[in-house]
């Protein structure tokens, strides 16, 4: 297996003294991982580096077509002090479909999380230890061929960048209004939306500047053929309870198939509580909104965990999902998973991933 070179920073940083105040993606640690692949060669020069700017090329090719894929995931600091992960295979191997739909070249998912323990254990005094903070971390790849046309990609730089960081929402698991998107659509089947790429992201700021002018917190998207199908959240899958049951979009290729979506399903139907992946339509979540079947309504992804929402707005209608307050199913999914993240409680899945 390669070598990983390790370059230690001469001149770390000042970490933050209040983790109160660390935001969200807003400070990075001391290293970072890199690692170029050139057609004919493949993937070489593994390195950890002090953490700084690169250095691109103006016709760089992430820059001028958006040849790039990415993942977040996190590492958590229990009670003794000890860093795990969660779930990263899972990470690496959607990092590697995301790849594969933007013709950028397959990883090695155990290299990638060798060198991702590598890093993570150089900067582990950057994990934060405060109450719903952890370390963010963001592994991606980028196309950096130097030359202008859309052609195959010869060279991809690897990196992974790490950014301790507090709750995504600074409400914390209070419930947010979100919008559903009648105009713009983000993805299509056979587009990109199971990737994740940042431009199915790029495509979302506009609906989502215009949901935040209007008073909301986040756009649910709707299908782009039909516009009938609720997909997902801005920045999360989403669910619903409907009747007694937890019903999820189906994954049908213009939907990304979330991590933490996953676990969701497979925690509930474990539990014995109903789930659906169907096709659901913006009318029939109005119908049950209006007949009080909607229960509940929650969006999920690892930066917020479970977020659950209070108000859905469609067409000029505003409709309160649980009086507006955080339902059962949402606090107990929440408390589940970070239990099992922050290690305070057992993990009875084996998601976890220790840090030795």
């Known amino acids: 297996m390669m070598e990983i070179k390790v370059t230690k920073n001469p001149h770390p940083a000042q970490k933050p003294e209040d983790e109160s105040q660390l935001g969200f993606g807003q400070i990075f640690t001391d290293h970072m991982f890199l690692m170029d692949w050139d057609r004919g060669r493949g993937w070489h020069d593994a390195r950890i580096v002090p953490f700084g700017n690169l250095t691109m090329h103006p016709a760089s090719t992430a820059l001028h077509y958006g040849a790039e894929v990415f993942e977040g995931l996190k590492a958590y600091r229990t009670a003794d002090g000890s860093i795990q992960l969660f779930r990263p295979q899972e990470n690496f191997a959607r990092l590697n479909r995301s790849a ?14 060798r060198a991702l323990t590598e890093l993570v254990r150089l900067d582990a005094d950057w994990v934060p230890h405060g109450l719903g903070t952890s370390l963010y971390i963001r592994p991606f790849l980028l196309g950096d061929d130097e030359h202008l046309g859309v052609h195959a990609i010869n060279h991809v730089r690897f990196l992974i960048i790490l950014s301790p960081s507090g709750l995504y929402y600074a409400a914390g698991l209070d419930p947010v209004s979100i919008m559903i998107e009648d105009e713009d659509v983000r993805t299509v089947r056979g587009g990109t939306g199971e990737a994740k790429c940042g431009g199915n992201y790029g495509a979302s700021v506009r609906a989502g500047d215009r949901a935040e002018a209007r008073g909301y917190a986040q756009v649910l998207w709707l299908d782009g053929v039909e516009r009938r199908y609720i997909e997902e959240v801005g920045s999360m899958n989403i669910m619903f309870k409907i009747a007694g049951r937890v019903v999820t979009p189906m994954l049908t290729g213009s939907i990304l198939p979330g991590i933490t979506r996953k676990s969701i399903i497979e925690m509930l139907k474990s539990e014995g509580t109903p789930v659906e992946e169907r096709r659901i339509s913006a009318d029939e979540l109005v119908a049950a909104a209006k007949d009080g079947t ?12 479970v977020s659950p929402v209070g108000l859905l707005a469609y067409q000029g209608q505003e409709y309160v999902i649980n009086g507006g307050k955080t339902g059962p199913v949402s606090q107990h999914l929440y408390d589940e998973l970070t239990g099992i993240q922050w290690g305070r409680q057992p993990d009875r899945f084996g998601w976890t991933y220790p840090i030795r």
């Open 100 to 113: 594969a739909r933007m013709s950028l070249p397959q990883l090695d998912e155990q290299f990638a999380l």
């Open 294 to 305: 909607l229960e509940e309504a929650f969006g999920c992804g690892t930066a917020a965990v």
